[in-house]
Protein backbone atom coordinates (compact mmCIF):
# COMPACT_ATOMS: atom_id res chain seq x y z
CA UNK A 1 0.00 0.00 0.00
CA UNK A 2 2.80 2.27 0.78
CA UNK A 3 4.08 1.98 -2.67
CA UNK A 4 1.06 2.43 -4.03
CA UNK A 5 0.69 5.83 -2.43
CA UNK A 6 4.14 7.29 -3.62
CA UNK A 7 3.36 6.25 -6.97
CA UNK A 8 0.18 7.79 -6.65
CA UNK A 9 1.59 10.92 -5.37
CA UNK A 10 4.13 10.43 -8.53
CA UNK A 11 1.36 10.54 -11.05
CA UNK A 12 -0.67 13.22 -9.30
CA UNK A 13 2.40 15.70 -9.61
CA UNK A 14 2.82 14.31 -13.23
CA UNK A 15 -0.76 14.65 -13.87
CA UNK A 16 -1.12 18.41 -15.09
CA UNK A 17 1.86 18.17 -17.94
CA UNK A 18 0.64 15.01 -19.44
CA UNK A 19 -3.03 16.66 -19.53
CA UNK A 20 -1.30 19.53 -21.16
CA UNK A 21 0.02 16.95 -23.83
CA UNK A 22 -2.81 15.46 -24.35
CA UNK A 23 -4.92 18.49 -24.92
CA UNK A 24 -2.54 19.34 -27.39
CA UNK A 25 -2.46 15.93 -29.14
CA UNK A 26 -6.64 16.43 -29.31
CA UNK A 27 -6.24 19.52 -30.65
CA UNK A 28 -4.47 18.63 -33.54
CA UNK A 29 -6.30 15.49 -33.92
CA UNK A 30 -9.88 17.00 -33.57
CA UNK A 31 -9.21 20.73 -33.64
CA UNK A 32 -10.93 23.31 -31.05
CA UNK A 33 -14.27 21.69 -31.39
CA UNK A 34 -12.58 18.88 -28.99
CA UNK A 35 -11.91 21.77 -26.32
CA UNK A 36 -15.22 23.16 -25.67
CA UNK A 37 -17.23 23.73 -22.49
CA UNK A 38 -20.32 21.33 -24.36
CA UNK A 39 -17.50 18.79 -25.90
CA UNK A 40 -14.23 18.22 -24.28
CA UNK A 41 -11.40 15.49 -23.36
CA UNK A 42 -9.83 14.89 -19.37
CA UNK A 43 -7.33 12.65 -17.71
CA UNK A 44 -7.56 11.02 -14.88
CA UNK A 45 -5.84 9.76 -11.87
CA UNK A 46 -6.43 8.05 -8.64
CA UNK A 47 -6.43 5.51 -6.17
CA UNK A 48 -8.68 2.25 -6.09
CA UNK A 49 -9.71 0.50 -3.18
CA UNK A 50 -10.93 -2.62 -4.10
CA UNK A 51 -13.28 -6.08 -2.51
CA UNK A 52 -14.70 -9.12 -3.64
CA UNK A 53 -18.43 -8.80 -2.19
CA UNK A 54 -19.36 -12.09 -1.18
CA UNK A 55 -15.49 -13.52 0.15
CA UNK A 56 -14.54 -13.88 3.54
CA UNK A 57 -11.84 -14.30 5.49
CA UNK A 58 -9.80 -11.21 3.03
CA UNK A 59 -9.15 -7.37 3.24
CA UNK A 60 -9.50 -4.56 0.94
CA UNK A 61 -6.59 -4.13 -1.93
CA UNK A 62 -5.27 -0.73 -2.49
CA UNK A 63 -4.43 0.49 -6.24
CA UNK A 64 -4.09 3.63 -8.79
CA UNK A 65 -5.58 3.45 -12.27
CA UNK A 66 -5.67 6.28 -15.14
CA UNK A 67 -7.94 6.88 -18.15
CA UNK A 68 -9.34 9.12 -20.47
CA UNK A 69 -12.75 10.51 -20.38
CA UNK A 70 -14.96 12.97 -23.20
CA UNK A 71 -17.62 15.01 -21.67
CA UNK A 72 -20.32 15.19 -24.40
CA UNK A 73 -23.07 18.51 -22.98
CA UNK A 74 -26.39 17.63 -23.98
CA UNK A 75 -27.92 20.45 -22.26
CA UNK A 76 -26.72 23.51 -19.81
CA UNK A 77 -26.70 20.61 -16.86
CA UNK A 78 -27.26 17.39 -18.64
CA UNK A 79 -24.03 15.43 -19.96
CA UNK A 80 -23.54 11.64 -21.21
CA UNK A 81 -19.44 11.04 -19.84
CA UNK A 82 -17.89 8.04 -21.80
CA UNK A 83 -14.95 6.82 -20.20
CA UNK A 84 -11.57 4.28 -20.95
CA UNK A 85 -9.67 2.85 -18.36
CA UNK A 86 -6.66 0.72 -19.40
CA UNK A 87 -5.38 0.18 -16.07
CA UNK A 88 -8.30 -0.64 -13.91
CA UNK A 89 -6.91 -2.71 -10.52
CA UNK A 90 -8.94 -4.78 -8.93
CA UNK A 91 -8.46 -7.20 -5.80
CA UNK A 92 -8.85 -8.54 -2.21
CA UNK A 93 -5.17 -8.31 -0.43
CA UNK A 94 -4.14 -11.15 2.67
CA UNK A 95 -5.49 -14.22 0.28
CA UNK A 96 -4.28 -17.93 1.86
CA UNK A 97 -1.53 -19.46 0.24
CA UNK A 98 -2.97 -22.64 -2.05
CA UNK A 99 -0.36 -25.60 -2.11
CA UNK A 100 1.67 -26.29 -5.09
CA UNK A 101 2.94 -29.58 -4.44
CA UNK A 102 6.72 -28.15 -4.34
CA UNK A 103 8.04 -29.34 -0.72
CA UNK A 104 10.15 -26.20 -0.56
CA UNK A 105 7.97 -23.72 -2.36
CA UNK A 106 4.59 -24.66 -0.13
CA UNK A 107 7.12 -24.50 3.24
CA UNK A 108 8.27 -21.14 2.52
CA UNK A 109 5.02 -19.19 1.43
CA UNK A 110 2.35 -21.32 3.74
CA UNK A 111 2.17 -18.32 6.12
CA UNK A 112 2.80 -15.32 4.19
CA UNK A 113 3.90 -12.06 5.56
CA UNK A 114 1.57 -10.21 2.37
CA UNK A 115 -0.54 -12.12 -0.09
CA UNK A 116 -3.02 -9.92 -2.62
CA UNK A 117 -5.03 -11.32 -5.62
CA UNK A 118 -4.64 -8.45 -8.52
CA UNK A 119 -7.74 -8.00 -11.14
CA UNK A 120 -6.69 -5.76 -14.27
CA UNK A 121 -9.23 -5.10 -16.43
CA UNK A 122 -9.95 -2.38 -19.20
CA UNK A 123 -12.87 -0.53 -17.64
CA UNK A 124 -15.42 1.27 -20.02
CA UNK A 125 -17.92 3.31 -17.81
CA UNK A 126 -20.33 5.42 -19.41
CA UNK A 127 -21.85 8.03 -16.99
CA UNK A 128 -24.78 10.33 -17.05
CA UNK A 129 -23.96 13.27 -15.04
CA UNK A 130 -26.25 16.61 -13.78
CA UNK A 131 -24.27 19.65 -12.45
CA UNK A 132 -25.58 21.70 -9.34
CA UNK A 133 -23.20 24.43 -9.36
CA UNK A 134 -19.79 23.33 -9.42
CA UNK A 135 -21.05 19.86 -8.06
CA UNK A 136 -22.05 16.80 -10.58
CA UNK A 137 -24.13 13.64 -9.69
CA UNK A 138 -23.49 10.92 -12.07
CA UNK A 139 -24.76 7.24 -12.52
CA UNK A 140 -23.97 4.73 -15.37
CA UNK A 141 -23.02 1.19 -16.06
CA UNK A 142 -19.65 -0.37 -16.92
CA UNK A 143 -18.20 -2.88 -18.34
CA UNK A 144 -14.58 -4.39 -17.45
CA UNK A 145 -12.00 -6.54 -19.98
CA UNK A 146 -10.13 -8.70 -18.02
CA UNK A 147 -6.47 -8.73 -19.12
CA UNK A 148 -5.13 -10.62 -16.08
CA UNK A 149 -5.02 -12.28 -12.57
CA UNK A 150 -2.59 -12.98 -10.36
CA UNK A 151 -1.97 -14.37 -6.75
CA UNK A 152 1.18 -12.57 -5.00
CA UNK A 153 2.46 -13.66 -2.06
CA UNK A 154 6.17 -12.18 -0.04
CA UNK A 155 7.93 -13.48 2.96
CA UNK A 156 10.50 -12.28 5.03
CA UNK A 157 12.87 -14.50 5.85
CA UNK A 158 14.69 -14.58 9.59
CA UNK A 159 17.93 -13.50 7.91
CA UNK A 160 16.28 -10.72 6.17
CA UNK A 161 16.16 -11.88 2.84
CA UNK A 162 12.53 -10.84 0.58
CA UNK A 163 11.23 -14.06 -0.85
CA UNK A 164 8.08 -13.41 -3.60
CA UNK A 165 5.76 -15.62 -5.62
CA UNK A 166 3.49 -14.71 -8.23
CA UNK A 167 0.91 -17.31 -9.50
CA UNK A 168 -1.12 -16.79 -12.76
CA UNK A 169 -5.04 -17.41 -12.50
CA UNK A 170 -6.03 -15.97 -15.34
CA UNK A 171 -8.34 -19.05 -16.42
CA UNK A 172 -9.80 -19.06 -13.51
CA UNK A 173 -11.96 -15.54 -13.58
CA UNK A 174 -14.10 -14.41 -16.29
CA UNK A 175 -13.09 -12.18 -18.80
CA UNK A 176 -15.86 -9.67 -18.32
CA UNK A 177 -16.98 -7.70 -15.14
CA UNK A 178 -20.46 -5.34 -15.87
CA UNK A 179 -21.89 -3.31 -13.28
CA UNK A 180 -23.60 -0.04 -12.12
CA UNK A 181 -21.41 3.25 -10.80
CA UNK A 182 -22.35 5.88 -8.77
CA UNK A 183 -20.49 9.36 -8.47
CA UNK A 184 -20.10 12.46 -6.57
CA UNK A 185 -17.94 15.29 -7.90
CA UNK A 186 -16.91 19.04 -7.10
CA UNK A 187 -15.00 21.32 -9.46
CA UNK A 188 -11.91 22.92 -8.01
CA UNK A 189 -10.88 24.69 -10.85
CA UNK A 190 -13.24 25.58 -13.49
CA UNK A 191 -12.20 24.33 -16.90
CA UNK A 192 -12.30 27.50 -18.85
CA UNK A 193 -9.30 28.80 -21.20
CA UNK A 194 -7.22 26.18 -20.00
CA UNK A 195 -6.67 23.14 -17.96
CA UNK A 196 -9.39 22.38 -14.72
CA UNK A 197 -9.27 20.27 -11.93
CA UNK A 198 -12.43 17.93 -10.55
CA UNK A 199 -11.99 15.99 -7.29
CA UNK A 200 -14.33 12.88 -8.23
CA UNK A 201 -15.77 9.97 -5.84
CA UNK A 202 -16.97 6.67 -7.38
CA UNK A 203 -18.62 3.74 -5.91
CA UNK A 204 -18.77 0.60 -8.49
CA UNK A 205 -20.47 -2.35 -8.18
CA UNK A 206 -20.24 -5.46 -9.64
CA UNK A 207 -23.18 -7.57 -11.04
CA UNK A 208 -20.99 -10.09 -12.35
CA UNK A 209 -19.63 -13.30 -10.82
CA UNK A 210 -16.09 -13.21 -11.46
CA UNK A 211 -15.01 -15.86 -10.50
CA UNK A 212 -15.20 -19.47 -12.63
CA UNK A 213 -16.97 -22.42 -10.81
CA UNK A 214 -17.29 -20.51 -7.19
CA UNK A 215 -19.45 -22.29 -4.56
CA UNK A 216 -20.85 -18.44 -4.46
CA UNK A 217 -21.09 -15.48 -6.32
CA UNK A 218 -17.94 -13.33 -5.90
CA UNK A 219 -18.22 -9.70 -7.12
CA UNK A 220 -16.31 -6.56 -7.36
CA UNK A 221 -16.58 -3.63 -5.75
CA UNK A 222 -14.70 -0.57 -5.81
CA UNK A 223 -14.26 2.64 -4.25
CA UNK A 224 -12.60 5.32 -6.30
CA UNK A 225 -11.24 8.87 -5.34
CA UNK A 226 -9.82 10.63 -8.67
CA UNK A 227 -8.95 13.69 -10.26
CA UNK A 228 -9.10 14.55 -13.14
CA UNK A 229 -7.81 17.46 -15.71
CA UNK A 230 -10.31 18.52 -18.10
CA UNK A 231 -8.98 20.99 -21.08
CA UNK A 232 -11.34 23.80 -22.11
CA UNK A 233 -10.21 26.48 -24.64
Known sequence: MKRTLMTLALLSGMAPALARAQ??????????????????????????????????????SGGFGVGI?????????????????PLSRKGVATIPFVATGDPALDASFADPDASALALSYVDVPVLVKYRLGR???????????????SERFRVETGAGEVL?????VTEGYAKTDYGLAFEASWTITKPRRG?????????????ADVVRGSG??????????????PFVR
Open 164 to 168: RYRRD
Open 216 to 229: GPLRNSVIRAYVSF
Open 69 to 85: AATIGLTDRLSIVPELS
Open 23 to 60: SSVVSQIAGGAAATERFHFSLTFGLDVSYLAGATDVER
Open 195 to 207: MGLIMHVRYEAGL
Open 135 to 149: FHLGAGPYLGFLTSA
